[in-house]
């Protein structure tokens, strides 16, 4: 099972921008799927983007279309999240997952995700 360990929550204005990492390690990385969750407090933990194995394919949930950004950089073994014009609704803790399997699926629920980080949180204030 790889290991992932996210970085760069922090605390931001209504309409900032932070840069989420996960850094991985103990696996093959490329041969991941990966996604990011995030679980606001009293509310279930939610599906946010997704990104294949090789980067080509990647999936948004509706509310951060056009504002977020998922990619990845097998090189290096990282998976990122770009959050754009953030919303105080974007506050959450927001983890960081990896579903194994080479394929252009981008699973949303989190109980096809093996590995899990241990969150890092976003506050967005208004």
């Known amino acids: 099972q790889v290991q992932l360990v996210e970085s760069g929550g922090g605390f931001v204005q209504a309409g900032g921008s932070l840069r989420l990492s996960c850094a991985a390690s103990g696996g093959t990385f490329s041969t991941y799927t990966m996604g990011w969750f995030r679980q606001a407090p009293g509310k279930e933990r939610e599906f946010v983007a997704g990104?294949?194995?090789?980067?080509?394919?990647?999936y948004y949930t509706d509310s951060v279309k056009g504002r977020f950004t998922i990619s990845r950089d097998n090189a290096k073994n990282t998976v990122y999240l770009e959050m754009n014009s953030l919303k105080p609704e974007d506050t959450a803790v927001y983890y960081c997952?990896?579903?194994?399997?080479?394929?252009?699926?981008?699973?949303?629920?989190?109980?096809?995700?093996?590995?899990w980080g241990q969150g890092t949180q976003v506050t967005v204030s208004s």
């Open positions: 990104i294949n194995w090789g980067g080509g394919s990647t």
């Open positions: 997952a990896a579903k194994m399997g080479r394929t252009t699926i981008i699973e949303v629920l989190s109980s096809f995700y093996g590995s």
